[in-house]
């Protein structure tokens, strides 16, 4: 059975910082692009970052691009975001999501609410 158990989000003011990691359980976490998606209340879900599995390439939104981080340790099935110079527009549900290139499964985890508010 797949889990994506993400963690560390939270109140936060303008201009600071969190971590979010995401913890995955069932998969071949090496073989699979893991991505970072949010969604804010009314809008639509949209992609924050990916990191590719094999590539090591990252990817971010431009919304995002020089503030948040994305990173992978395999060795511990675990993706993090590290978002820096958070603005109240960042403010969201986060969300972890694995896609196996192997199966072309896709799997989401179940959300970690960020909130950017002084």
């Known amino acids: 059975q797949v889990q994506l158990v993400e963690s560390g989000g939270g109140l936060v003011q303008p201009g600071g910082s969190l971590r979010l990691s995401c913890a995955a359980s069932?998969?071949?976490?090496?073989?699979?692009?893991m991505s970072w998606y949010r969604q804010a209340p009314g809008k639509e879900r949209e992609l924050v970052a990916s990191s590719v599995a094999h590539t090591g390439r990252t990817n971010y939104a431009d919304s995002v691009k020089g503030r948040f981080t994305i990173s992978r340790d395999n060795a511990k099935n675990t993706v993090y975001l590290q978002m820096t110079s958070l603005k109240p527009e960042d403010t969201a549900v986060y969300y972890c999501?694995?896609?196996?290139?192997?199966?072309?499964?896709?799997?989401w985890g179940q959300g970690t609410q960020v909130t950017v508010s002084s």
């Open positions: 069932g998969l071949t976490f090496s073989r699979c692009t």
């Open positions: 999501k694995a896609v196996s290139y192997i199966t072309s499964n896709t799997y």
